[in-house]
Structures are given as structure tokens and as C-alpha cells.
């Protein structure tokens, strides 16, 4: 709280030093992680991204759950549908949804596209816990290879107003 | 040799109003006593509103008590982000800005009346939100406000006044300290307290013009004036301010590090070189932090987040790591020199933990680093975010930086706010003794009871998980860790606030005369400029327990830090 002496500028003493040194090497260790990881690991934010409006957006979903729907969903009544593997999926998310429901293959790619009708969403997919934010406006593509099998839901984990925790949707995972 | 006592004699123009305080010799502008008091109790106003929504808010996700109806939650979780993590924390700022910028320079509050114009915007702002929030159904928008989401445009309006006030305030406090130099008031460097204000004061410049880029856009959008705004657009901008915003908390959280470490155990700084650097680095690197938010936003590429959200490698954080080891270094050194001598330990075993502003120091700084800054890195690294976003292991990051850590530290120096500025006598004693204890733990048991359930999925802001059928039963016992750990907290708030109220509405004005509350009768303050610099380089008073317990921070650290990279590695491939 005092005013230093009139010449505070003195070289660093042997514990400062250490700890610098030690606290710094730490640092460089923390940042070449992401890009080691960006290279060699397999889990990755994806990047991929499209401008869209509702409407297109809208108008592809609408498409790829005419083409591929198998059944609907015993509780909700919302299609399910099962695209083949390596294909351009669509997920919708709007107030207060996910549609459809996504039927995959496990160990199978797929470029899942997810963009928002109308405000901000959170994609969070449970137990896998992955989570993305979805925004209206933007086709936010994921490239992703289910490596488990059975239900999963997908929460929405961003506040899109007051029906908010009830939007959850639903991937089926089947085994090959 | 530092000196306490200003050598500069003020002038005895009529522009002069001041008092010397007993305690500390300083001199204290009766311009700067009364703006300290009218922002504190602002401070203390908005921690009351915002910590009755606390309750009811933990009550609510605590799932055996479910309290709230659905709205209700959203609207007062929206109330209870802004009241705690603006209006409280900030006017508890600009209450210390007044103080660094005047007091602790020998000088006097050179711009009062534009002081008083950017208070009264902030009150006008601050009270303002609360009512929109409480009162407009459709602005339970959360305290980011995420566009496309749109509130009653007053709503922005409020968050317009405040930042503009608080932009006002700052600048009165650059325009005391370019006064005072050139009054004459004080020579040399400013001192360090001062300097991490002057640190917050800069962060906090930019911070609020980012405010502004982002919310008076969505003012005019609210209004219909401006028909599109992106919000991928709102979003950068909003944390642009929101996030930096935190950090304006943690440089000014840690220049009231230094002074309760002075306060208290009276410390000199091992190395001022050393402490300020760590302050420059905040200064040029903190501002990236906005990334933290935008790690799994569509639009953005891998190397704009790398960059960004690393502070360019981390520079913000070695900044923290620097502070980490020199505050506790300090208080051994000093401690050590008093005799406290034995073993690694001896000088935290003598340290006084019965005085408030010491026990909040040490609660802080622990909650803050341990918890908040090592699950803050690794929360903020690119691609383990993917496991975090969104989830309550954020609230119980910033639960833990903000609460735990910046409203500890305030909380304890307002323990001395109240006999040396209010002149009042601190009532309640034994409780303002145990009061960061509680808070403390309290704190502890909300972040950890976040963080293990957001580990498991539990998504933030969301007023009810089960719903969506997910989650494992374990999230009972987690999300009860929280709800008590908010018990505890709460019950700290309310000593915390019933001590200020018994204080400063009782008793009569009293001439404060002791530095220390409840650990002796000796000054600290004074003490510390009898230390010499042979005092703290004698081998025998070197930081070497501080040394210990740094590099078991940094162990705690890798392995919380490695262990997330593993369960990373155990998820769905994507890219």
C-alpha cells in the first residue's frame, strides 16, 4: 500500500527465479497441448461452418427426414430417421426441440449439420457429454463417429426462454 | 526505505478537505470518504438482492426442495448474475478506486462532482435492471443476453447507465492520479496497491467500451430501429466485455490481496519488479480471455481459439502463478522476520488467523487458485471445453473466482472499511472473526457440487435436469453438495452483511485506533516499512514453505489438468 523505495527495480531472487522458470515452462507445456492434441487426438472442436437462414436450413431438414425416415418415436412422435453412414445428417433445433431423431451406426462417419430457427441453443449430447452452441444463422457441421451404442438425449444446454429444460432430443446408436 | 507518513504537505487552499486517520497517518479527502461510503453501500445493497436470489436459486436445483416455479427460477437467476457479478463487484471497485487514487497517494479526490454523476448513473442503472428483470416477464434474458433473446429495451438501457457510470468513475480516478503527480503529492512509483488498481482501472476501460459495442446495438435492435444483429457478433462483443470483466475483478481482487497481506501480517513485497510484472502481463494478455466463451461456437478456427483463449501461452496466467507465490512469500518472509522461524511451516502456524481480514486473505487466495484458476485453465482449453460448455462445471469455476475468491477478499477488507472509513466501530466481532471460514466453505462445497455435476452432464441455467431423463443418479447427491454448500454461503452473507448493517447503523462516529480487529493491539501497516531489506535476505527468512506449497499447486494442477485430457480421449470421435 506504500510507496516503494525510490529504485524497486532489483533482480529476481533465487526462489522467484525457480518458480518463473518452472511456472513458465508449465505455460508453453499448456498451450503446445491443443495443437498436439489438434494433430493426434481424435476429438476435436469441429470448425466446419456455413452461412444459412431458417428457411434453407429448414427446407434440408425437411428433405433428409423425407428421404430417410424409418418409424417414429413411440413417446414423442417425432420421426426417426436412419441416413446411411458417411452421409450429411441434419439436426433442427428450435423452441423447444431437437428434430428429428437421429437413428446412426455405431464405428460409422456422418457430417452432422445442426443450426438453431430461431435463438441461441446449446447441443449437449448425454452421457457423452458433448456439447456445441448452436446458433440461428449458422450450419455448424460436426463430423463424428459414434464409438458407443444405445439411447443418448440431447439436452439443450443454452437458456432459449422459459420452455427451456424441456427440449431433449434423442440418437439412437445401433450396433453394426 | 518506504515511508508511511506523506512528506508532501497539502496546500491549504480552500479546495482541501480532509482528515488524518489515527491508524494509518494517511490522509483522507472528505470527498473520497463520502463517495467510499455511498459505493459500498450500493455494494452491499445489490449483495443483499442478489444473494436472497441465491438462496432461492440453490434451493431450486437442490432437487429435493425444487422451489421455484420455472420462471420464477430463470427471472431470478437472471437477477442474481447481474446483482453479484456486476453491480456488487463493481461498485465495490469503485469504492476502492476512490481510495487507491487519493489516500494512498497523500491526495485529494480532484473531480468529486463527476465522481458523484457517475455513481448516480450506476445507481440509477443498477436499481433499474432490477426492476425491469423482476417486473418485465420477457426479460428473464440471463445475464449475457444472448441475442436473438430479447429483453424490454430498458433492460439495456440499465446496462447502459451502469457502464457508463462505472466508465466515469474510472476516469476520475486516472484524473486524481495525474493531479496528484502533478500537485506534487507524491514522488517516484505509485505504490504497488495502487499500481493492480490502475491495472483493474485500464482492464476495466476497455472492458466497458466492449460493453458498449455489444449492448448499444442491442438497445437500438430491442427497439426495432436495427433490424438484424448476428448473434455469433453479440456474442464476441458481449464477452469481449463480460469475460474481461472478470479479469478487471481478479487484478483489483489482487491488489486487496497485497493490501490485507499488509493490513494483517505486514508484508513488504519480496520483489516489486517481480509482483508488478505479474500485473503487466494481466495488462497486455488478459483481454483474450473473451475466447473462453466462443471454444465451441460455429465460424470460428482452431487458430483464432488456440491463441485467444491460451492469453497468447498463457501469459495471463503465469501472471497469476507469479502473484500466487508472492503474496504467501511475502507473509512468510515477514512472518519469519517477526521470529516465526520453525520448520517449513512455523510462520503459517503463528499467522493470525482470528483477524477477519487475514482469514478472508487466505480463504481467497486458496478457492481462488485451487479451485477457480486450475479449473478455469483447463475448462478454457480448446477442446476440453466440448466436455465443459455450458455445463455447471462453469458456474463452479467462476464460483469459485468470483465468490469464493473476489468476494471473500472484499468482504474481508471491509471488515477495516468500516473503523477507518465509515468510523464506526466494528460490532459483532467474534462472527467477523468466523465469517470467511463459513463463507469460505460454503463457497468450497457450491463450486465442488457444480463442478461434479457438470462433470456428469448437468447442464447450467436450467431449472430442471431430471426432465430430460439423462442423468445418473449420482447428480442427486451432487447437486445436494451444492444446494448445502449454498446454505453455508448464504449464512455467511448474512453475517457478513448483518455485521456491516449493526456497524454502520449503531453506535456513535469513533475515531478508529488500531490497525488489527481482534488479533492485538500492534500495527502492521507501521511494521512493515521497519522492514529492511537485510530483514527479508537473511537466509534464515526465505520463502522456502512458500516454495513447498506452490509446487504442490502446480501437482494439484497437472493432474486435474491431464485427467480431463484422459476423459476427453474417452468420448464420440468428432471434428
Not at chain 2, 512528506?7 to 490522509?27: I, M, Q
Not at chain 2, 459505493?39 to 436459486?57: F, K
Not at chain 2, 455513481?119 to 428473464?140: A, E, H, K, Q
Request: aromatic content about 14%; proline content about 5%.
Amino acid at each position: 500500500m506504500l510507496a516503494p523505495e525510490r529504485t524497486w527495480w532489483k533482480p529476481l531472487g533465487r526462489m522467484e527465479k525457480t518458480w518463473l522458470t518452472v511456472a513458465f515452462v508449465w505455460c508453453i507445456f499448456l498451450t503446445l497441448m491443443m495443437p498436439l492434441w489438434y494433430f493426434m487426438g481424435k476429438q476435436n472442436v469441429p470448425t466446419e461452418t456455413y452461412r444459412t437462414t431458417p428457411e434453407a436450413f429448414g427446407a434440408k431438414v425437411n428433405a433428409f427426414v423425407d428421404q430417410y425416415t424409418v418409424g417414429s418415436d413411440a413417446a414423442t412422435g417425432m420421426p426417426i430417421v436412419a441416413p446411411p453412414a458417411g452421409s450429411d445428417i441434419y439436426l433442427r433445433a428450435m423452441k423447444w426441440q431437437w428434430y428429428p431423431v437421429l437413428q446412426l451406426e455405431e464405428g460409422q462417419t456422418y457430417r452432422l449439420h445442426i443450426s438453431s430457427m430461431d435463438l441461441n441453443h446449446g447441443f449437449s449430447l448425454q452421457p457423452v457429454n458433448i456439447n456445441l452452441q448452436i446458433l440461428p444463422g449458422y450450419d455448424y457441421v460436426a463430423t463424428i463417429v459414434p464409438t458407443t451404442n444405445g439411447d443418448f438425449t440431447i439436452v439443450c444446454n443454452e437458456y432459449c426462454d422459459v420452455g427451456h429444460h424441456t427440449m431433449a432430443g434423442k440418437v439412437i446408436v445401433v450396433k453394426k | 526505505m518506504a515511508t508511511l507518513a506523506p512528506t508532501t504537505p497539502w496546500t491549504s487552499s480552500a479546495k482541501d478537505d480532509y482528515r488524518v486517520c489515527g491508524v494509518t497517518t494517511l490522509k483522507v479527502d472528505m470527498h473520497t470518504e463520502r463517495l467510499i461510503i455511498a459505493n459500498a453501500v450500493m455494494a452491499v445493497v445489490c449483495l443483499l438482492l442478489g444473494g436472497i436470489a441465491a438462496l432461492l436459486i440453490a434451493l431450486t436445483r437442490w432437487q429435493v426442495f425444487h422451489l421455484l416455479p420455472a420462471d420464477w427460477f430463470y427471472r431470478l437467476l437472471t437477477l442474481h448474475g447481474i446483482d453479484m457479478l456486476v453491480a456488487w463487484i463493481v461498485f465495490f471497485e469503485m469504492a476502492g478506486l476512490h481510495f487507491g487514487s487519493t489516500a494512498l497517494l497523500n491526495a485529494r479526490h480532484a473531480a468529486p462532482k463527476l465522481a458523484w454523476f457517475g455513481f448516480i448513473l450506476m445507481t440509477v442503472g443498477g436499481l433499474m435492471v432490477n426492476g425491469v428483470v423482476l417486473f418485465d416477464p420477457n426479460s428473464s434474458v440471463m445475464f449475457s443476453a444472448y441475442v436473438p433473446l430479447k429483453a424490454h429495451p430498458l433492460f439495456y438501457l440499465s446496462y447502459i447507465l451502469f457502464a457508463v457510470g462505472a466508465l466515469i468513475t474510472v476516469a476520475t480516478f486516472f484524473i486524481n492520479i495525474v493531479v496528484a503527480k502533478r500537485e506534487g503529492r507524491f514522488t517516484g512509483s505509485l505504490p504497488l496497491v495502487v499500481f493492480g488498481l490502475m491495472t483493474a482501472a485500464i482492464l476495466a476501460v476497455y472492458t466497458l467500451l466492449e460493453g458498449a459495442a455489444a449492448i448499444v446495438p442491442a438497445f437500438f435492435w430491442s427497439m426495432g430501429i436495427l433490424k438484424n444483429y448476428d448473434p455469433g457478433i453479440y456474442r464476441n462483443f458481449f464477452w469481449g466485455f463480460g469475460h474481461p470483466a472478470q479479469q478487471v475483478n481478479l487484478a483489483a481482487m489482487v491488489a486487496i490481496w497485497y493490501a490485507l497481506a499488509q493490513m494483517t501480517t505486514g508484508i513488504r513485497p519480496i520483489n516489486e519488479k517481480f509482483s508488478r510484472l505479474a500485473f503487466i502481463l494481466y495488462l497486455f494478455f488478459i483481454n483474450l480471455g473473451s475466447a473462453h466463451h466462443l471454444l465451441v461456437d460455429p465460424g470460428l478456427s482452431f487458430a483464432w481459439k488456440a491463441v485467444n483463449t491460451s492469453y497468447a501461452m498463457y501469459l495471463a496466467v503465469l501472471g497469476s502463478m507469479m502473484h500466487a507465490f508472492s503474496i504467501p512469500a511475502a507473509i512468510e518472509v515477514a512472518q519469519r522476520a517477526k521470529g516465526h522461524n520453525k520448520g517449513l511451516f512455523g510462520w503459517l502456524r503463528n499467522a493470525p488467523w482470528g483477524e477477519p481480514g487475514f482469514a478472508a486473505l487466505i480463504m481467497s487466495m486458496i478457492i481462488f487458485g485451487w479451485i477457480g484458476g486450475v479449473t478455469g485453465v483447463t475448462i478454457g482449453t480448446e477442446q476440453i471445453n466440448m466436455l465443459a460448455h455450458n455445463t455447471l462445471r462453469l458456474p463452479g469455476h467462476f464460483h469459485a473466482t468470483v465468490v469464493g475468491g473476489t468476494t471473500t477478499a472484499f468482504m474481508g477488507f471491509t471488515y477495516y472499511v468500516i473503523p477507518l472509513i465509515f468510523r464506526k466501530e466494528l460490532k459483532l466481532k467474534s462472527w467477523a472473526k468466523l465469517q470467511p471460514y463459513v463463507f469460505g466453505f460454503g463457497t468450497i462445497l457450491v463450486s465442488l457440487g457444480m463442478i461434479t455435476s457438470g462433470l456428469q452432464g448437468v447442464a447450467r441455467r436450467h431449472w430442471d435436469i431430471t426432465f430430460a431423463g439423462v442423468v445418473p443418479g449420482t447428480v442427486n447427491i451432487t447437486l445436494a453438495i451444492f444446494g448445502i454448500g449454498a446454505l453455508i454461503a448464504v449464512t455467511g452473507g448474512i453475517m457478513y452483511i448483518t455485521i456491516v448493517l449493526a456497524s454502520i447503523l449503531t453506535g456513535p462516529r469513533l475515531e478508529a485506533d488500531n490497525m488489527l480487529l481482534t488479533t492485538g493491539t500492534n500495527n502492521p501497516l507501521l511494521e512493515s516499512t521497519k522492514l529492511t531489506d537485510e530483514m527479508m535476505e537473511r537466509p534464515q527468512n526465505q520463502p522456502k514453505g512458500t516454495l513447498v506449497l506452490v509446487f504442490a499447486f502446480l501437482a494439484w494442477f497437472a493432474i486435474y489438468y491431464l485427467s480431463n485430457w484422459w476423459l476427453l480421449g474417452r468420448t464420440w470421435f468428432i471434428k
